[in-house]
């Protein structure tokens, strides 16, 4: 197999002319919404979305605080992250395989790639029930399609032409932000709720915190961003890694910043609106039971009507078609680390075979689920406690690579950043303890 230098000059001079044509759009504010615009979408899955209608239908406004909380930890994480892949040239397994015990680096894979595809089939699931309340028709082959579909966009779309595609899906969040158009809201008492919260410490408000922190701040989401962060750089014919050309520093760290800032806040936006509008319709008629996204896009249809129901669950397919690709993707990325593999979208399979090996038995292994007598909703509580159990040590390595002059150079990260990226990470560490002691004490 040749090497993935060599696949990176051909692939760099295949996009010559693409970049040459592009320059004046680099100085755009647009240009600089990539992975970080497609990481903070792709957290509003499925999966997601039923956390937060669980938050909303059952304490109403009081978990909206929430969203203001995860929001500056998740930028921080995330932009972390970013920077390990824009200035060393090499995802997060990478740079863990080169500086750490290999143990450590597959214990975490294993338990990530169990996780995101645990994930997939609970993802899959909710697209199929969603089309299911829109047409009717069979659910589980509804949600092979979607899981073919994802599969076949991945491997046979070059990257530089399937992130607009994800791009493009980010805007299927904009339904649960219209959603919030169709039914009467008491903005006084949303703002009151959100300044001055009532916040219970009962074992079932616990639980639903640590849900929420753990959706937001998820292990596949540091890899994926990471790793994107290496395509987009390798998409540019004169890319390299920064800690190699410092001169691309500035430029890149900002639009990095800008990116993530953009890309994070669009997320949590999203999240506070499903959780809205599940306290003003759910909540408000005393339906605080919901396991799945899809049951709280039918619970909504006779109480916020036919439209806002249309939209709900439109979105639930148009975030399940944006997240599927970052789980499988995450996953293969990782696992490519581990193993020296190469690894990019942009590679045709027949140069990357194990890369999309991977990327097609974590989607298929999704379908494959869904066709079991696996409860797909018990199965995604095992998918967050495992991706809660993972989550913590992740960011600690990751803090720790950030910080590690080795890995970093000169560019290692410093001041405010460090201080909320540690906080981030003491954060999801204590997010991990109370839900570990709510399952031993569950009294």
Do not use: C
């Not at 001079?13 to 497609?38: C, F, M, N, R």
């Not at 070059?158 to 809201?185: C, D, E, G, M």
């Amino acid at each position: 197999m040749k090497s993935d230098q060599g696949k990176h000059n051909r692939f760099s001079s295949s996009h010559s002319q693409d970049a040459t044509a592009g320059t004046s759009a680099e100085t755009s504010w647009l240009s600089k919404l990539g992975p970080g615009i497609v990481t903070g979408a792709a957290d509003d899955d499925p999966s997601g979305i039923a956390t937060y209608s669980q938050a909303g239908a059952r304490f109403g406004f009081n978990m909206l605080w929430t969203v203001l909380l995860t929001y500056p930890l998740m930028v921080a994480i995330q932009v972390i992250s970013a920077r390990i892949g824009r200035v060393s040239g090499h995802g997060l397994a990478t740079n863990i395989r080169r500086h750490y015990p290999p143990w450590i680096l597959h214990v975490l894979v294993l338990m990530l790639v169990v996780a995101n595809i645990i994930n997939i089939a609970a993802d899959l699931a909710a697209m199929g029930d969603a089309v299911h309340l829109l047409a009717g028709g069979p659910v589980r082959w509804y949600a092979a399609g979607f899981g073919l579909v994802s599969l076949l966009l991945q491997v046979f779309i070059p990257y530089h032409r399937y992130v607009l595609v994800l791009k493009w899906l980010t805007l299927a969040l904009l339904a649960y932000i219209a959603v919030i158009f169709s039914v009467k809201i008491d903005w006084v008492g949303v703002g009151r709720s959100v300044v001055l919260p009532q916040l219970s410490f009962e074992r079932g408000a616990v639980t639903t915190v640590v849900a929420v922190l753990g959706t937001t701040i998820s292990p596949y989401l540091f890899f994926w961003q990471a790793s994107e962060e290496v395509e987009h750089m390798k998409s540019d014919p004169a890319g390299r890694p920064i800690i190699k050309a410092p001169a691309q520093a500035r430029p890149e760290l900002e639009r990095i910043q800008v990116d993530t800032y953009i890309g994070m806040g669009f997320s949590n936006l999203v999240a506070f609106f499903i959780i809205l509008t599940a306290a003003v319709t759910l909540h408000a008629h005393g339906v605080g039971s919901i396991e799945t996204s899809a049951q709280a896009a039918e619970a909504l249809r006779p109480i916020a009507g036919d439209f806002a129901f249309m939209l709900f669950a439109t979105g639930i397919i148009g975030t399940g078609l944006l997240a599927v690709p970052v789980l499988a993707g995450s996953a293969a990325y990782a696992m490519a680390g581990s193993f020296k593999w190469a690894s990019s979208l942009e590679y045709k399979p027949a140069l990357a075979k194990e890369f999309y090996g991977v990327i097609a038995l974590a989607t298929l292994g999704g379908v494959v689920l869904d066709f079991s007598p696996i409860d797909p909703v018990r199965a995604l509580y095992w998918s967050a406690v495992i991706n809660g159990v993972i989550s913590a040590p992740v960011m600690v390595v990751t803090m720790l690579l950030a910080s590690n002059h080795n890995v970093m150079g000169r560019f290692v990260i410093k001041g405010g950043l460090k201080v909320a990226g540690w906080l981030a990470t003491v954060m999801m560490a204590l997010a991990v303890l109370a839900m570990g002691y709510t399952a031993l004490f569950p009294g």
